[in-house]
């Protein structure tokens, strides 16, 4: 059968509609696949259209201009749902928790990956514990949904206070510490920032305007300096940041990933926990003894006590090891400092500049140094040496 998708004149038409523009096909439903669906919401840029048959909770979202399909859900797929509210979402994935017991196998889902129903997200947080529910990527035209924040929209309305921001940055950490504050939109063209309060806002609410970025605020998890601009364990596209001493989770934009080493998103990034084929295997920043197996999809450890190696790819014994460390005094060149939770990873920032010849790890605080300069003294310090 040709999927082809024609208009057909219901109980609403008349011959009004013969002599003017109908681009919302008023006074018509909507035929593709042998079914009939009738037109349940009028968007921007697009209709959605709900499945006419007896029991068939099938739907289709049509652009508007060329009759496009955006989102198509085919009725066998969900002919065992008669409704889609949270209760039958319930049924659904206790039956499939079910089967996964029987078969002795374990459902953990990490993350909630949904378009906007919010019954389907009560289901999974009511049925898995400890999910995490968040807009993963969606790109259409203009702008882009990432994690808690929206690139080239506007969420408007219900303004707190407006005030003139020095950045995106400084606009969510006063976001975060009005406490009335739920969500903000920032005017890129001049960094003017408003904060709002609206405590169920999401972001099927915003107006797409490529001048702003609406951020929604997360309360749900403190921080400390120590993971501001630090990586997700399984995605290098996300980060975190740490705000007013809540941490929230961000993601790069335009195709590019998080670098844990420069501390910013790049197109050139080194981070090495993303598969190149399926024999890959690859490190987790941070967790210094695991790595992801790219032909099992399974984190695994490395044995013995040993750890894996993201330059090599492998996993090495601890005795054999790339830095050699020993006291150290002396005027040496202070190139750059950060914080990092291993030492590992302050060992791969050496790693990845020519020109650093030592570091000094010590209570988090990673400081590399050349030889060149004299404007940093050490006394006695355990300093470690690269051995390559």
Request: overall charge positive.
């Amino acid at each position: 059968m040709d999927n082809l998708i024609e208009y057909i004149p219901n109980n609403r038409f008349n011959s009004t509609l013969l002599n003017q523009a109908n681009l919302n096909h008023d006074g018509h439903d909507v035929c593709y696949n042998g079914l009939l669906f009738k037109r349940q919401r009028i968007n921007k840029n697009s209709i959605n259209w709900l499945c006419k048959v007896i029991n068939c909770p099938g739907s289709i979202t049509l652009k508007i201009a060329n009759d496009e399909i955006q989102h198509y859900v085919p009725h066998e797929l969900v002919r065992f749902m008669n409704r889609r509210r949270q209760k039958e979402y319930d049924i659904v994935l206790k039956a499939l928790k079910k089967e996964a017991k029987a078969r002795k196998l374990e459902l953990k889902p990490l993350y909630i990956m949904t378009d906007y129903e919010q019954a389907a997200i009560n289901a999974f947080k009511e049925n898995f514990a400890g999910i995490e529910s968040f807009f993963f990527l969606k790109s259409i035209d203009s702008y882009t949904i990432h994690i808690s924040f929206c690139n080239g929209c506007d969420l408007g309305g219900y303004d707190i206070t407006e005030f003139p921001s020095t950045g995106l940055d400084d606009c969510w950490n006063g976001c975060l510490s009005n406490p009335s504050c739920t969500f903000f939109a920032f005017l890129k063209l001049n960094n003017n920032c408003w904060l709002k309060n609206k405590p169920d806002i999401d972001f099927s609410q915003f107006n797409d305007d490529i001048n702003y970025v609406s951020g929604i605020v997360d309360r749900s998890k403190s921080c400390s300096a120590i993971e501001d601009f630090s990586p997700n364990h399984y995605n290098c596209t996300l980060y975190y940041r740490c705000f007013a001493g809540f941490l929230q989770h961000l993601g790069c934009l335009n195709g590019k990933y998080f670098d844990p080493i420069l501390k910013t998103c790049t197109l050139n990034s080194t981070c090495p926990y993303v598969c190149k084929n399926n024999q890959d295997l690859v490190g987790i920043i941070n967790k210094n003894n695991e790595y992801y197996n790219c032909l099992t999809q399974k984190i695994e450890t490395c044995k013995s006590s040993g750890r894996f190696d993201i330059i090599q790819k492998k996993c090495i014994g601890m005795n054999k090891n790339i830095f050699k460390n020993k006291q150290t005094s002396g005027n040496y060149g202070l190139i750059e400092s950060t914080n990092f939770k291993s030492k590992f990873l302050c060992f791969a920032w050496c790693m990845n500049d020519s020109n650093c010849k030592m570091v000094l790890y010590k209570n988090f605080s990673c400081q590399k140094f050349d030889v060149t300069n004299n404007n940093f003294m050490l006394n006695g310090s355990l300093v470690y040496y690269p051995q390559f």
